[in-house]
């Protein structure tokens, strides 16, 4: 069964650095999602993206934040200047139209040091 | 005020008990996902409904717009439900989702 993909599963960075977090979708999905859950919240939209551009976009995702869809497959979440209330789980997400069913990545657990 | 409130916030019961985990939500919607998250973090989407009901194994959703509420169900209850079940409703059609806070499911043996 195809799948969403995450890599890496687990980042450890030091405040002021840039991260990339990188997600491979499902193939033919059009519609892709990052979301966040800080340890012990609930989840957070921070982005939605379609045809090679956000579509929408929470409070949350600032100037510091930027995604990217760099080839046919990645789907690429940046944090220029990390902080230390950016450590949470970063979750990828795709589906087929925006009112479908979503697939979840296994997520990238940021820590900010 | 969160847009979308679910009751309870935990939830202990016994193998076989019957569960009902409720979802509450306060603005207009496409569409409403429950979701399940294991304890290491993962999310798996179990319906996305927009009317009516679903039913998928021991799992029953039901929703009614007029009222904006969901219900989810687990009848037959086993430890392997323990989880923590997420409603989530979609506005507009990009879908984006909006989450509830999440029930702690614990299932004794």
């Known amino acids: 069964e195809p799948e969403v993909t995450q890599t890496p599963s687990h980042q450890v960075t030091q405040m002021g650095q840039e991260v990339i977090l990188r997600c491979v979708p499902i193939?033919?999905?059009?519609?892709f999602y990052w979301y966040r859950q800080i340890l012990g919240q609930k989840v957070e939209f921070l982005v939605s993206?379609?045809?090679?551009?956000?579509?929408?976009k929470s409070e949350i995702f600032d100037d510091q934040f930027s995604v990217e869809r760099p080839d046919g497959s990645n789907f690429t979440l940046k944090i220029r200047s990390t902080k230390l209330e950016d450590s949470a789980m970063y979750f990828c997400a795709s589906s087929q139209t925006g009112v479908e069913t979503q697939y979840f990545g296994p997520g990238t657990r940021l820590l900010v040091l | 005020k969160n847009e979308v409130e679910q009751s309870p916030q935990n939830l202990t019961a016994q193998e076989g008990e019957f569960i009902t985990i409720n979802c509450s939500y306060s603005?207009?919607?496409?569409?409403l996902h429950w979701l399940q998250q294991h304890p290491g973090g993962g999310i798996v989407s179990l319906f996305m409904?927009?009317?009516g009901k679903k039913k998928h194994g021991r799992l029953i959703a039901t929703i009614n717009i007029q009222e904006k509420h969901s219900s989810l169900h687990i009848t037959a209850s086993h430890p392997r439900d323990s989880a923590v079940y997420i409603c989530?409703?979609?506005?507009?059609?990009?879908?984006?989702?909006?989450f509830g806070k999440g029930t702690k499911l614990s299932v004794k043996p």
């Open positions: 603005v207009g919607i496409s569409a």
């Open positions: 409904l927009s009317s």
């Open positions: 193939s033919n999905h059009l519609y």
């Open positions: 993206f379609y045809n090679n551009e956000i579509s929408e």
């Open positions: 989530a409703v979609i506005r507009g059609s990009q879908g984006n989702l909006i």
